[in-house]
């Protein structure tokens, strides 16, 4: 969860434990139990949000590096095996199309380029597997380029996948907050009026709205800062 919202949610946790602590002095206006029900749901919905985004995991450049190498070792023992079966029976695509130099795959080839270029050599061995046999391909060769390539691949996208999934999250999260502070500010808020004279209640209830209230957090912030 991003930083700027932690704090109101936790702020909201907070008046719904005060609220519920004292439920029995509100419990027969049965319109203002619902609305806290209504505020304990919102805030365990963010609650389950907060986690999810917790729970997205991190993916490193390191990652990547260690895919590629993988898939760039596979390659070349592939690509070596079709480079020898084209010159020997001179297929000039499969000879112009195959790449040798394990520093071209590893480093000099973009990212997307590299992964185009093995699934395409993927795609040329598939119709030559019987072929490639005697110039020394093996099925596990091949199996392990197609495992390798999907390894790739899923590192290369994941880390798209997670920062989406990461951005709705948090502006889910950031819709619900706004739904408490409107339930607050135009529910519970008249509600307290009707104990007033309970201090403890009434006090209370206020004091922790003082920490919901983003206005009233703004004004705090800049008090200290022109400090």
Same mark, same amino acid.
């Given at each position: 969860?991003?930083?700027?919202?932690?704090?109101?949610?936790?702020?909201?946790?907070?008046?719904?434990?005060?609220?519920?602590?004292?439920?029995?002095?509100?419990?027969?206006?049965?319109?203002?139990?619902?609305?806290?029900?209504?505020?304990?749901?919102?805030?365990?919905?963010?609650?389950? @949000?907060?986690?999810?985004?917790?729970?997205?995991?991190?993916?490193?450049?390191? $990652?990547?590096?260690?895919?590629?190498?993988?898939?760039?070792?596979? /390659?070349?023992?592939? /690509? /070596?095996? @079709?480079?020898?079966?084209?010159?020997?029976?001179?297929?000039? $695509? !499969?000879?112009?199309?195959?790449?040798?130099?394990?520093?071209?795959?590893?480093?000099?080839?973009?990212?997307?380029?590299?992964?185009?270029?093995?699934? $395409? @050599?993927?795609?040329?061995?598939?119709?030559?597997?019987?072929?490639?046999?005697?110039?020394?391909?093996?099925?596990?060769?091949?199996?392990? !380029?197609?495992? %390798?390539?999907?390894?790739?691949?899923?590192?290369?996208?994941?880390?798209?996948?997670?920062?989406?999934?990461?951005?709705?999250?948090?502006?889910?999260? %950031?819709?619900?907050?706004?739904?408490?502070?409107?339930?607050?500010?135009?529910?519970?808020?008249?509600?307290?009026?009707?104990?007033?004279?309970?201090? *403890?209640?009434?006090?209370?209830?206020?004091?922790?709205?003082?920490?919901?209230?983003?206005?009233?957090?703004?004004?705090?912030?800049? *008090?200290?800062?022109?400090?």
């Amino acid at each position: 969860m991003k930083k700027s919202f932690i704090a109101r949610h936790n702020a909201n946790k907070q008046v719904v434990l005060f609220l519920k602590k004292n439920s029995e002095k509100f419990a027969h206006i049965v319109a203002m139990v619902k609305t806290v029900t209504n505020l304990d749901n919102l805030v365990v919905e963010n609650d389950n @949000l907060a986690t999810r985004v917790e729970n997205i995991p991190a993916v490193t450049s390191g $990652n990547k590096k260690i895919a590629r190498a993988d898939l760039v070792a596979v /390659s070349l023992k592939v /690509s /070596s095996v @079709l480079k020898v079966y084209a010159y020997l029976t001179k297929n000039q $695509n !499969l000879t112009n199309f195959v790449v040798t130099s394990e520093s071209v795959l590893m480093e000099r080839m973009p990212q997307q380029d590299f992964l185009v270029y093995c699934k $395409n @050599l993927a795609k040329n061995i598939a119709p030559l597997l019987e072929p490639l046999v005697d110039y020394g391909l093996t099925s596990e060769m091949a199996q392990e !380029l197609a495992t %390798e390539i999907n390894d790739y691949e899923t590192v290369m996208t994941q880390p798209r996948e997670m920062i989406n999934t990461r951005k709705t999250t948090n502006e889910l999260i %950031e819709d619900k907050l706004e739904a408490i502070y409107l339930l607050l500010t135009n529910q519970l808020d008249p509600f307290m009026e009707l104990f007033k004279d309970d201090t *403890e209640l009434y006090s209370g209830y206020k004091a922790a709205r003082m920490i919901v209230d983003p206005a009233t957090r703004s004004r705090k912030e800049e *008090e200290v800062e022109e400090e």
